[in-house]
């Protein structure tokens, strides 16, 4: 059985911020002006970083769902960031959902919220952030968000096939130095192509 392919492209905040000129010239007036609506810097490099991003390697017309999640005609993205990485989830096969957390452990009370009595129990050598950015790239994946009752979402496996609303999933889920990336596809199970970028492509 062949497996699909989802391209996933990373951008730290030092790479946008040492070629800032040439992140933003690629940008529209528009891009840019939201981008000078954060306080922080680093909010507003990393907002100029997705737009980047999705000027850069996604084809087609944007248009944004009711959901609020950015579509194209031609493909298929999903964009998350975190604290200093941004990153771009691009594939033909299907829906696809990508999260980017930062490790930090979770506090024990935000664990309790969102995982489920099993998932807590199931804890080994991953961390609570693990099933967490697990639980977001399916939620993303999905669609309409997360639910009210995020324990409801299923974390585990992750790396593997998840049934989820009716609808069959893959999600894999790296440790990638400083954060943990999840990425899942609707349909079909994939490979990942990963490349980290310099900001000046």
């Known amino acids: 059985?062949?497996?699909?392919?989802?391209?996933?492209?990373?951008?730290?905040?030092?790479?946008?911020?040492?070629h800032r000129e040439s992140v933003v010239r690629l940008l529209s007036d528009e891009d840019i002006k939201a981008s000078d609506r954060y306080l922080k810097d680093s909010d507003k490099l990393l907002h100029?970083?997705?737009?980047?991003?999705?000027?850069?390697?996604?084809?087609?017309?944007?248009?944004?769902?009711?959901?609020?999640?950015?579509?194209?005609?031609r493909c298929f993205f999903n964009i998350s960031h975190s604290r200093d990485l941004v990153g771009i989830a691009i594939t033909q096969y299907g829906e696809v959902g990508l999260d980017i957390e930062n490790?930090?452990?979770?506090?024990?009370?935000?664990?309790?919220?969102?995982?489920?009595?099993?998932e807590i129990n199931e804890l080994g050598k991953e961390t609570a952030t693990e099933y967490f950015v697990?639980?977001?790239s399916l939620a993303k994946a999905e669609g309409s968000g997360l639910p009210n009752d995020i324990k409801s979402l299923p974390a585990l496996p992750?790396?593997?096939?998840?049934?989820?609303?009716?609808?069959?999933y893959f999600r894999h889920t790296v440790d990638n130095k400083s954060h943990y990336i999840s990425v899942t596809l609707e349909g079909a199970d994939f490979i990942t192509y990963k490349e980290e970028l310099e900001g000046n492509e």
């Open 1 to 18: 059985m062949s497996l699909e392919t989802v391209s996933v492209l990373l951008l730290d905040i030092k790479g946008i911020a040492d």
């Open 48 to 73: 100029l970083g997705s737009a980047y991003l999705k000027k850069k390697y996604v084809e087609g017309n944007i248009t944004i769902d009711s959901f609020g999640k950015p579509k194209s005609d």
């Open 103 to 118: 490790k930090e452990e979770l506090k024990d009370d935000v664990t309790a919220f969102c995982l489920s009595d099993y």
């Open 134 to 136: 697990s639980k977001e």
């Open 158 to 168: 992750l790396n593997g096939g998840v049934e989820y609303k009716g609808k069959k």
